[in-house]
Nanobody
Framework: QVQLVESGGGLVQPGGSLRLSCAASGFSSDDYAIGWFRQAPGKEREGVSCINKNNGTTRYVDSVKGRFTISRDAAKNTVSLQMNNLKPEDTAVYYC????????????????WGQGTQVTVSS
């Protein structure tokens, strides 16, 4: 019933762009902070970006500032992550997650998680 589904991943060359989408069902994503996380092989899961539920303020990990943009589309019950100027080190499985309170770039206390979408940046 309650579900988050990521889409938009794929293979892209360095410097390219991808737009990831996180589609919520069974609940309104507008009632939650939504975060994007990623996990590369052999690495721990890392918070990438999040957007708050009320004022829409956002947070980004330093490594993606100026390249990634998170946004909401309340009508579609989705949150997107626009990724520009991609680098090989961005290669990871990207997950979205919903948190009842304010957004954090930590994995703790997120209520719902998607299954992830693979992003590969390679020439």
């Amino acid at each position: 019933q309650v579900q988050l589904v990521e889409s938009g991943g794929g293979l892209v060359q360095p410097g390219g762009s991808l737009r990831l989408s996180c589609a919520a069902s069974g609940f309104s994503s507008d009632d939650y902070a939504i975060g994007w996380f990623r996990q590369a092989p052999g690495k721990e899961r890392e918070g990438v970006s999040c957007i708050n539920k009320n004022n829409g303020t956002t947070r980004y990990v330093d490594s993606v500032k100026g390249r990634f943009t998170i946004s909401r589309d309340a009508a579609k019950n989705t949150v997107s992550l626009q990724m520009n100027n991609l680098k090989p080190e961005d290669t990871a499985v990207y997950y979205c997650a919903a948190r009842r309170l304010y957004c954090l770039l930590r994995i703790s206390d997120y209520d719902f998680w998607g299954q992830g979408t693979q992003v590969t940046v390679s020439s």
